[in-house]
DNA sequence: GTAGATTTGTCCGTATGTATA
DNA sequence: ATATACATACGGACAAATCTA
């Protein structure tokens, strides 16, 4: 006695399979709903389920009145280690990373921001947020949270695109490295797909850090939500490589 | 003007709201799915769409003729590090950890699994695969690759319940630590879902990892998914383990 | 720039199957 | 065995975004 499968996985397994063979190559259009309705036989609602399910795997996009596009495959590793810099991590992956910011300004200390700086509850924060891109791809959304009354004017060094390494650089931070790291996966809410470019209920994995100074300090507290489908962390062994630059 | 949100999306919102403020407590049984049609005036439809949501992000599991279960929100966290010892890292969060044995048999190495040991490919190893449970839950499931000539007897050891750790042991292997680790997100197959007790399609993080012994010697090479809606993956800085400077 | 055709997104209604209580 | 409740699949209708002539 087999257990039938379900039509729409069956399509979903058979045009996950053709992606993955390369039958349909980065970048190009999918045939449309109507069309893989017909060659498999079905409604279209039953083709909508499985390109669904694709979509959140991140295999392909959907651009309503457009149609359905194949996404590249490869993710780029991302390295997470005491010394993480985006910038340098995407360089040494023959990227052109870039940053666009969407937001910078004061704020006031949620609980889970105070306590991960050590810092009171209501203590005033500079908070940015932005959007981190590979070749002009956003890969990953950030939230960053500083204590203002040590780096009271952080926003306008940012703001101009400066890394947050330089930024630091120019209130006499010299190093900075990461204590903690904490890993979870969530799906992708409304805001965050929009700014991502990613399908709402997507997979991203959040990435909930704290950098601390060579005094062991925190002088910041991030939390970054990488989309899944286009990167891996890579957590290398203790043979660190000093960086700076 | 404001962009008009879909139903099934504020329905969504609202239920996750409700859940994450105990409105519906962990474990309880959600109303139907007429009666929840009903109560938003909506067609059914809408409100499995609004469902399938929530249970893709983990926070409920449907079981057809049933009902809609409220899943804990808790999630467990993993430590990853230097020294990851699966049943050391459950106990200290006072969990009861378990495995289930699935598969432990000799196969020829696959490429990746060859270049990961630094082994000739099609050579001989022993892969162990099976589940790791906190409390009776399932959290991973996970596949290791070992050496079978320089462990040739490691299948009843694991089959009898012993831990990696207490295997190695026997085989002269006091120490062993990670050497690499490799996180990324994935969505579950069917097979997959069935044995982690997960939605088809549910969020996967993960973990390649290669152990070495303390001469540096890979020993093992690891590849566990863990059901992203139970676990945290934590990594905590250089304060637990050999800082090489 | 505009009008119309194309394509995906949402929502409804109905019917039937399957696992559970 | 019967009723309940979720799962799958079909069909139709319209809206919204995109593309094209």
Redesign the pocket.
Known sequence: ME????????IHDTLHAEIARGHWRAGS?????????QRF?????????A??AL?EAGLVQ???????FVRAADRLPYRIGPRTRFHQNLMDTGRTPSRRILHSAQARATEAEATALNLPVDALLHVVEGISLADAQPVSLFRSAFCATRFPELGPHLAKGASITAALRAFGVSDYTRKSTRISGHAADVLQARHLEV??GAMLLLSEAINIDPDGRPLEYGRTYFVAARVDLVLDGPETGPVVA
Do not use: I, M
């Open positions: 257990k039938p499968e379900p039509l729409w996985q069956a259009r999918l045939p449309t709903e109507a069309d893989l309705a036989g079905v409604n279209r609602h039953t083709v909508r389920r390109l669904g979509a959907a651009r309503r009145g457009a149609g359905v399908a709402p």
